[in-house]
């Protein structure tokens, strides 16, 4: 409100008062300029009557004085005598016109000769009064100074300031000085001025006006804007929160969903391991029967067959030795006849040749059935051996005596033997695991050059085992079967397929696990992490 009573109040004033005071200030200086042209008219007026007059005065030294009508009313002839008038020789005199004040209205000219003066009273205020009159001033204030003597001053003191000065006036020493007040008042007119003044009140009272609602309604819009502004604030600040809870919401499902992904993980490896171990426990049964049924023919086939070749070998010598003694027998001879027939129908020769071959490829595939038979009785067996404390470094340093004596070609065997603490466990079985793991390891690195490492080492609550080679590796497809019974990629009779299964299954038996890390083309790693007392369900199972 208070400003409002500024802007449209006090502005316009000040404004008005500003434009009244340049306006008249202008108007001023217009009057003041055309005052002085008038006042200098005066002045020049003034001259020249002076120097008409003083010429007239010389000229009337010879005969007459005849004053300029115009000043002949102001000019005193008190001096003029007779006697002077004819007397003087006036071509003798040195005509310098010298005013000088005698009283306050009257100038003494004085015009020398050597000896002689004459000299002239002027009545100069009703002169100059008259001049100004005529010229159309009416009454004015004067100030004749001589030698910066005030000669008079008409119409009472002039002012220090503003006032008309005129140097050049007949005499050097002379000067008229006029007063211009009264010139510029009676020109003045202050109605420019005032009519500028209210319509500048008028013109700054409608802009003030329209500005003041300019201004109100931009602060109406600032308010609405500020409003808006805050509104705006809290809706972003109550977003950012929102997303503050979105980025944690957002992070505790990722940590949540790797959570679940590590359980998902863990349950498939225990889907997996329970299926294994259900088709191992189910191929253990059906094993069992199996073994049980064809263990005891495996066994006699196998008895025969040694009893076979004994007797294979009892009749190669005996039809050798009936051979030797048919060389003295008559070759006419129904005996020998017969006897030859027969050894030629049955082909004698070839089948004492090829006998003990055959026997041999036999018992040699018996063996094999056998061997099979007994890794699938272990597989089926129920886990009761004998687990006893002892030092693994030993039964090691036997099977890595052995497993050396198998390398072949360029392969070089890396152990790094560490101590270890006493473990719970079957060493026999740790040994055979351990021996399956590097014939594995050589076979693949066979016919290449290549290196096996054997490292030890305690972790946590576990020994473990490691077996690393820089062979073929396995494709993922082939390192998801290799703990698979009878799964095998060598060719037919070479590999059983058993060799890892059985191992998973022993070490199982410990509480352990068996990890294997594969790169096709770069190497396998089998890692048996066995915990220190094998009776102890161990925790790290995956
Ligand atoms: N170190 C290894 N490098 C490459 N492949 C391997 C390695 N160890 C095992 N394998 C693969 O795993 C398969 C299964 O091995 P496992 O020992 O069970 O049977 P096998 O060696 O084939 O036959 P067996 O051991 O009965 O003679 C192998 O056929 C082979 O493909
Ligand atoms: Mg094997």
């Known amino acids: 409100m208070r400003y409002r009573i500024f802007a449209i109040g006090i502005i316009p004033a000040l404004c008005s008062a500003l434009a009244f005071w ?24 003034a001259l020249q009557d002076f120097y008409e007059l003083a010429d007239r005065v010389r000229d009337g030294m010879a005969t007459t004085v005849e004053l300029p009508s115009s000043m002949a009313p102001f000019v005193s002839s008190r001096s003029l005598s007779e006697a002077w008038r004819f007397a003087i020789d006036l071509s003798d005199l040195d005509l310098k016109a010298i005013p000088s004040a005698t009283d306050n209205a009257t100038l003494n000219l004085n015009f020398h000769s050597d000896n002689q003066q004459f000299r002239i009273f002027l009545d100069s205020e009703a002169w100059l009064q008259a001049l100004c009159t005529d010229l159309g001033f009416g009454d004015l204030s004067f ?91 809290q809706t972003s600040e109550i977003l950012r929160s929102q997303m503050e809870v979105t980025a944690n919401n957002q992070k505790e499902l990722l940590k949540r969903n790797y959570e679940l992904q590590d359980i998902n993980r863990t349950l498939e490896q225990a889907k997996h391991q329970i299926s294994f171990s259900e088709r191992l426990a189910n191929l253990g049964e059906v094993s069992a029967g199996i073994v049980h049924e064809i263990n005891n023919p495996i ?3 196998g008895s025969n067959l040694r009893e076979l070749e004994s007797d294979v070998n009892a009749l190669r010598g005996f039809i050798n030795t009936l051979d030797k003694a048919s060389d003295g ?90 101590e270890l603490p006493d473990l719970v466990c079957n060493a026999s079985q740790i040994s055979q695991v351990l021996t399956n793991i590097f014939v594995n390891a050589i076979q693949a690195l066979e016919g290449r050059r290549g290196l096996i490492t054997f490292t030890e080492r305690v972790q946590g609550n576990s020994i473990v085992l490691d077996v690393c080679d820089d062979g073929p590796g396995m494709s993922e497809e082939i390192a998801a079967r ?22 998973y299954k022993l070490i199982d038996e410990h509480n352990g696990w068996i990890e294997l890390k594969t790169t096709p083309g770069a190497g396998s790693c089998f890692s048996i992490h066995l915990p220190l007392d094998a009776t102890q369900e161990n925790s790290n199972v995956q």
């Open 22 to 45: 340049i306006s008249s200030t202008v108007e001023h200086n217009r009057v003041g300029a055309i005052a002085d042209h008038m006042l200098e008219q005066v002045n020049n007026r």
């Open 143 to 233: 100030s004749l100074v001589y030698r910066d003597q005030s000669v008079f001053v008409s119409g009472g003191p002039l002012p220090d300031s503003d006032v008309f000065r005129q140097d050049d006036f007949i005499f050097p020493q002379l000067s008229l000085l006029i007063d211009r007040t009264p010139v510029i008042e009676g020109m003045y007119n202050n109605r420019y001025p005032m009519s500028l003044a209210a319509l500048t009140f008028l013109f700054i009272l409608v802009l003030a006006e329209k500005f003041q609602r300019q201004r109100f309604r931009l602060k109406r819009s600032g308010e609405r804007l500020r409003a808006v502004e805050a509104e705006l604030e």
């Open 299 to 301: 066994a006699y086939i």
């Open 329 to 418: 027998l008559d070759v006419h001879s129904e005996f020998y006849k017969t006897l030859l027939a027969a050894y030629q129908e049955l082909n004698v020769q070839d089948a004492i040749q090829q006998a003990p071959e055959r026997l041999e490829d036999c018992i040699h595939g018996i063996e094999r059935v056998r061997k099979i038979v007994q890794d699938m009785k272990r597989l089926s067996s129920r886990g009761n051996n004998e687990m006893t404390l002892c030092n693994l470094n030993d039964d090691i340093s036997s099977v890595i005596n052995i497993v050396k004596s198998r390398i072949k070609g360029d392969v070089e065997l890396r152990t790094n033997l560490v």
């Open 482 to 503: 290799v703990f698979e019974p009878f799964f095998t990629t060598k060719d037919l009779g070479s590999g059983t397929g058993m060799g890892l299964s059985l191992c």
